[in-house]
């Protein structure tokens, strides 16, 4: 059974970049896509991108300009860095297989000066 | 796509059935034939749990009063009988559509 869990900085001031890493156990990292998914009070669950273990990537158009997901499939892992953050980007981020059957525990990203 | 639940906010009697609609602005059929149409339950404090895919297929451990249905831009979720443990939000995701987009939510409550 896959499970993830993701960490990464909880609080940041306008301009700066969010990075979270999540990591995958169980299952096969390399037969499938991993997605980050935020949900916000103001603009609820938000699909934010996703990659292969290869590294091919889609974004959502609304994000493209300032979203980049990484793969380090060594570790079984995948990264979200979200540049120029604003007060709008406060969400719970969560990391996930595309397909949405397993979930991270989330993370509160809290964007305030 | 936009995808619009209704109702957002249901009240309803432990032990009643309880029915949510989610509507697409385009139909969810898929090049492939598929629709690819999910419910997801998001208990209190808790991550979003895929309940039903491809309209009406239940995720393994999903009790059976749960069930999904529907077709091109109209789809149901039904809950045949509420019990406490179902409180919580609702929200349907249409992933036939680049970018995946998600139901506003609804919240089910024990009256």
């Known amino acids: 059974q896959v499970q993830l869990r993701q960490w990464g900085a909880g609080l940041l001031k306008p301009s700066e970049t969010l990075s979270l890493t999540c990591a995958v156990y169980g299952g096969s990292f390399s037969s499938n896509y991993w997605s980050w998914i935020r949900q916000s009070p103001g603009k609820g669950l938000e699909w934010i991108g996703e990659?292969?273990?290869?590294?091919?990537?889609k974004y959502n158009p609304s994000l493209q300009s300032r979203v980049t997901i990484s793969v380090d499939t060594s570790k079984n892992q995948f990264s979200l860095n979200l540049s120029f953050v604003t007060a709008a980007d406060t969400a719970v981020y969560y990391c996930a297989r595309k397909g949405l059957l397993e979930w991270s525990q989330g993370t509160l990203v809290t964007v305030s000066s | 796509v936009v995808v619009t639940q209704s109702p957002l906010s249901l009240p309803v009697t432990l032990g009643q059935p309880a029915s949510i609609s989610c509507r697409s602005s385009q139909s969810l059929v898929y090049s492939d034939g598929y629709t690819y149409l999910n419910w997801f339950q998001q208990r209190p404090g808790q991550s979003p749990r895929r309940l039903i895919y491809k309209v009406s297929n239940r995720d393994s451990g999903v009790p059976d009063r749960f069930s999904g249905s529907g077709s091109g831009t109209d789809f149901t979720l039904k809950i045949s009988r509420v019990e406490a443990e179902d409180v919580g939000i609702y929200y349907c995701?249409?992933?036939?559509?680049?970018?995946?987009?998600f139901g506003q939510g609804t919240k089910v409550e024990i009256k």
């Open positions: 995701m249409q992933a036939t559509h680049w970018p995946p987009t």
């Open positions: 990659t292969s273990h290869s590294g091919s990537t």
